[in-house]
């Protein structure tokens, strides 16, 4: 319950459920937290699978090998990761929902292209090589090509960022990486 409830519960004020949180060492939770919890009332909506067999433990290995390498952690809010290698982000997926239990719906992609593309062709190309549903892309951010640059070999269909929108998550990965 947050400190307001607390006092309407007992009747008093909320200096005095403060007084005796200080008295007896009782932290306070953050807004992020209070948050979290509005939104989250069943507790994370992922949970951390054991690692039990050599397959999930090589999957663990990858996921964080890739969010290390190519993931976003400066993002507090979410965990991204972006390429232009359809398998690379598969397999992200992969770690996501098998070792985390996120739910495939969950989550999102935003796709990043050069005005020399065509953004429905890169469009339907990601969807179809990740077997996600049109819905959880965003729109497509479109970067104005100066010159056919040599890009085009790599990013032909753009770059795909993937995200799941969870502080959390981002938080125990962060903490998994090596410092």
Same mark, same amino acid.
């Given at each position: 319950m947050s400190m307001l409830v607390i006092a309407k519960t007992l009747n008093c004020s909320e200096n005095k459920v403060s007084y005796w949180?200080?008295?007896?060492?009782?932290?306070?939770?953050?807004?992020?937290?209070?948050?979290? $919890?509005?939104?989250?009332?069943?507790?994370?909506?992922?949970?951390?699978?054991?690692?039990?067999?050599?397959?999930?433990?090589?999957? $663990?290995?990858?996921?964080?090998?890739?969010?290390?390498?190519?993931?976003?952690?400066?993002?507090?809010?979410?965990?991204?990761?972006?390429?232009?290698?359809?398998?690379?982000?598969?397999?992200?997926?992969?770690? $996501?929902?098998?070792?985390?239990?996120?739910?495939?719906?969950? $989550?999102?992609?935003?796709?990043?292209?050069?005005?020399?593309?065509n953004s429905q062709e890169a469009l339907d190309y990601w969807i179809r090589e990740l077997d996600v549903d049109y819905s959880q892309f965003w729109k497509p951010t479109i970067t104005i090509s100066g010159s056919i640059g040599t890009y085009r070999k790599k990013s032909k269909y753009g770059v795909v960022t993937v995200y799941y929108l969870n502080s959390r998550l981002r938080d125990i990965l962060v903490n998994m990486l090596p410092r």
């Open positions: 949180m200080d008295i007896y060492g009782l932290k306070r939770r953050t807004i992020s937290d209070a948050v979290y $919890l509005k939104n989250h009332p069943h507790g994370d909506p992922f949970k951390v699978k054991p690692i039990r067999s050599k397959y999930d433990n090589n999957l $663990l290995g990858l996921g964080l090998g890739l969010y290390w390498g190519e993931g976003n952690k400066a993002n507090k809010n979410a965990v991204r990761l972006g390429n232009t290698d359809p398998a690379l982000i598969r397999i992200f997926m992969k770690f $996501l929902i098998e070792l985390f239990g996120v739910r495939k719906d969950e $989550l999102r992609f935003s796709l990043q292209i050069f005005s020399d593309i």
